[in-house]
């Protein structure tokens, strides 16, 4: 499984390294830079005081016996700091040897003539010995004046103390930068601890989350900003699910309460008629018939919901003529809309052709018309009308006790204005079953409660 | 015993109306919560067995109202309300007993007894005064070694005398408790009633009488004579 805590070590770890090494790299050369510098320095110093001997008279070197001092005591003498030791050979101008220090013993230094020059200013040279000592050495030229002809010269320093001064330096380097990089890693390690605790919290929180929970929220003010929009969208997702969970458990009630009731009532009259049978009336059977037949409804609905819900794509598209239908459900309720006296207006063309699925276009017509004959106060209007723009088909009547939430709800399967759910003639599964169809179908049904209490029922396309 | 049946499913009602009354309990009952409740306030039901979904008040609340009236009639929930969360709120409320729908009508039956026995404190089905013993249980009655054979009627009076063994009981509460609704008995019923219990549990002429009359006032049950 990816962590993002493994994803940070692997990407910051070795950029830390890569880090250290170039830093480190740098810090190598620009120390040794500063020490060939240095050096360099001291052999220009070295370079003058050897120019500045050779034009000097011997006994303009002051102190006791200068007039006997070597060339390179006389040096020396120069010399701010005589501790380093120094090599030199000095060459006339037909570049045979004048004169060479005596610690050069057998070994030859390089005479690079100003003229040989090919690299600019570059007047410092790396050589070495046959004892492979490392040297640095400087040539230049030692003008005589017009009485005596130019020699030239080199002078050159053992590399050794430089090169152990670096070897120092690096192993310091190397030493520091792996600390530095451990170092890093226990910060990161701990950085990344510590960033990561609110979506361990959080992901405490989520498992703890039960059906039974599923009113608590996350607290979105503690966490990063980064996982703010998350836990906004988690609590979002939750608030939904509860409204499900809700909802599903309304259905259960309702469904428990339509199917248990009728069952408990056949039960407890059987049982009744067996145990007192004297107690038994024709009624009872009355009465059991009547709450079989209940069950039958209610088992019924909810298979057609089932089966419409199932179907899927399988649907038989062709032309249908809305007016028909809506004409042949106005007819099958005749009965209760004279009893009810109900007056019935329908608003359609003649024919009124779309392209549907005949057997669930009826499902939802015959449904709509059922609800609003069943519904609608006695003597009031229901109407019907498919020319209207906006929608395929609108019925509308009127629906005093209807509220807002009533809207909102009333799709919703097994629901029912009555709470109590006494009415055994109604199930509350035919808006239900109409939506779902109409669903099917890729049409929106669609409820909206007027100011002056008249309930539309609206299906369009989407 | 006297109890109160609020059910809105008239198919359920009636039978279940029809079961109580063979077992011997005087019944109350409507489908509606504000009658029933109105019903419980007015009466003093030894037991009200009340559904929760009912037109016009929530069974729920019906049960909150009775108690914040200081109802303390046990009350048996019958709802279609499965759910364990539904039993303990039912539960926490205040209702004395829950049962799920469908149920075995026997089931309620020993369900509202036992209620009706945790109402009068008494654990034993058995109710005993002198040497007359009264078997809730097997609706049984026996004076020394004789078996007396007693009405419905007169077997939820005696009943009721004997769970108020010593307590003077007025006509009205005999009225109230023996009689439902429908039979509302005039005055006098309820002393021929009395009268003819006296003949039926006096198995010889040496049987004292265990029923006693507290003119103007009521009668009482005592294996001491008053």
């Known amino acids: ?462 | 015993m006297k109890l109160l049946l609020v059910e809105d499913s008239e198919a359920l009602r009636r039978p279940v109306v029809k079961a109580l009354k063979a077992s011997g309990f005087a019944v109350d009952s409507t489908g509606d919560g504000k009658e029933g409740l109105w019903m419980a306030l007015e009466h003093d039901y030894d037991v009200i067995i009340l559904d929760i979904m009912l037109p016009s008040l929530d069974g729920r609340e019906v049960l909150k109202r009775l108690r914040e009236a200081n109802s303390d009639s046990p009350v048996l929930f019958l709802t279609a309300k499965d759910s364990i969360e539904d039993r303990v709120a039912g539960l926490r409320l205040g209702a004395d007993d829950y049962l799920v729908k469908s149920f075995a009508i026997e089931e309620l039956i020993a369900r509202v007894e036992a209620l009706s026995r945790r109402k009068y404190q008494i654990r034993s089905p058995k109710l005993s005064v002198g040497d007359l013993t009264l078997d809730r249980s097997t609706k049984s009655v026996k004076r020394g070694e004789h078996n007396i054979s007693l009405s419905t009627q007169l077997f939820s009076l005696l009943e009721y005398l004997m769970l108020n063994k010593g307590t003077v009981i007025s006509r009205t509460q005999i009225e109230q408790h023996i009689y439902d609704e429908q039979v509302a008995p005039m005055s006098n019923v309820v002393d021929t009633a009395v009268c003819a219990l006296r003949k039926t549990i006096s198995v010889s002429k040496d049987s004292p009488s265990l029923i006693h009359t507290r003119r103007g006032m009521g009668y009482f049950m005592s294996a001491e004579n008053s």
Request: proline share 3%.
């Open chain 1, 1 to 462: 499984m990816r962590s993002i805590r493994n994803q940070l070590l692997i990407w910051l770890l070795p950029s830390f390294i890569l880090i250290a090494i170039l830093a480190s790299s740098a810090l190598y050369f620009s120390e040794k830079l500063r020490l060939e510098t240095n050096l360099d320095n001291e052999l220009s110093k070295l370079a003058r005081a050897v120019k500045l001997v050779h034009n000097m008279p011997r006994n303009r070197l002051g102190g006791p016996g200068g007039g006997r001092l070597s060339t390179t005591e006389r040096i020396n003498f120069l010399r701010d700091d005589e501790s380093s030791e120094f090599y030199l050979q000095i060459w006339d101008e037909t570049e045979q040897v004048v004169s060479k220090s005596k610690n050069l013993d057998k070994e030859e230094l390089m005479l690079v003539r100003a003229q040989t020059q090919t690299s600019g200013n570059k007047t410092h040279y790396d050589s070495s010995f046959s004892s492979g000592e490392n040297i640095r050495l400087y040539s230049f030229t030692i003008l005589a004046g017009p009485l005596s002809s130019d020699k030239y010269a080199t002078v050159a320093m053992s590399k050794s103390l430089v090169n152990r001064q670096l070897h120092h330096f690096t192993v310091k380097v190397i030493i520091g930068s792996a600390f530095c990089c451990l170092l890093l890693s226990v910060i990161l390690i701990f950085v990344i601890k510590r960033t990561l605790t609110p979506v361990h919290k959080l992901a405490e929180q989520l498992i703890c989350i039960e059906a039974g929970s599923l009113d608590y929220r996350l607290d979105s003010d503690v966490v990063p900003a980064e996982i703010s929009p998350l836990v906004e969208r988690l609590n979002q997702l939750l608030a939904r699910l509860a409204q499900s969970f809700v909802k599903e458990r309304q259905f259960s009630n309702d469904l428990a309460h339509e199917l248990r009731t009728p069952l408990a009532a056949i039960r407890t009259t059987s049982e009744v008629a067996l145990k007192w049978p004297e107690q038994s009336t024709i009624e009872d059977h009355q009465y059991i018939a009547e709450s079989a037949e209940q069950l039958h409804n209610t088992i019924d609905s909810l298979l057609s919901l089932a089966r419409i819900e199932s179907a899927g794509q399988e649907f038989a598209f062709e032309c249908v003529d809305i007016a028909t239908i809506v004409t042949e459900c106005i007819s099958l309720k005749a009965e209760q809309i004279k009893k009810r006296r109900l007056r019935v207006t329908l608003s359609a063309n003649n024919p009124h052709i779309i392209k549907s699925d005949p057997y669930l276009l009826r499902i939802i017509i015959s449904n709509l018309i059922n609800n609003a004959v069943e519904y609608a106060p006695t003597n009031t209007e229901v109407s019907i009308n498919a020319n209207l723009k906006d929608s395929l088909l609108t019925v509308s009547n009127s629906a005093p006790n209807l509220n807002d939430n009533d809207i909102k709800a009333m799709f919703d399967r097994l629901w029912r204005k009555d709470g109590s759910r006494t009415d055994k003639t109604h199930v509350g599964l035919g808006l239900s079953i109409a939506y779902t169809a109409s669903q099917a179908l890729s049409l929106n049904l669609i409820a909206t409660l007027s100011n002056d209490k008249l309930l539309h029922l609206s299906l369009m396309k989407r």
